[in-house]
């Protein structure tokens, strides 16, 4: 179940503004927030199986913007390759630009994380 929150609140983070206000919602309070149906449900003045075809729906929409545009996927092999890149940096002991390359990536790093 673990994992399911973890893929689901990941999506959410790249997908969500994809979404409605009412399904992006219904998954955070139900995924993130750990509300039930039934709470859902009465916060959104609905039955219990409409929250629950809801977090269906959107659930199947957001695996599918995934495999259509793989943001996920392409962010871990980016993040993936900078790390690399900077434990290679680290190996360098006395290149006199080692300091110079290793700002430019950690930089490169921190844009890639905020952007």
């Known amino acids: 179940m673990l994992d399911k929150v973890l893929k689901i ?13 009412k399904q992006r919602r219904c998954l955070e309070l139900h995924y993130l927030e750990d509300w039930s149906l039934a709470e859902i449900a009465g916060e959104f003045e609905v039955s219990r199986q409409a929250v ?3 977090l269906r729906r ?10 259509r545009l793989g943001l ?14 900077d ?3 680290s190996a360098l002991d ?6 110079k390359i290793a700002r430019k990536i950690r930089s490169l790093m921190n844009d890639f994380k905020e952007g």
Request: with cysteine.
């Open 9 to 21: 609140a990941s999506l959410i983070d790249f997908y969500g503004a994809l979404l409605t206000d």
């Open 52 to 54: 629950h075809d809801i």
């Open 58 to 67: 959107s659930e199947q929409l957001l695996v599918s913007y995934e495999e």
């Open 72 to 85: 996920i996927e392409r962010y871990a092999r980016i993040e993936a390759s900078i790390k690399e890149l």
């Open 87 to 89: 434990e290679c940096v």
């Open 94 to 99: 006395e290149w006199p630009q080692k300091e």
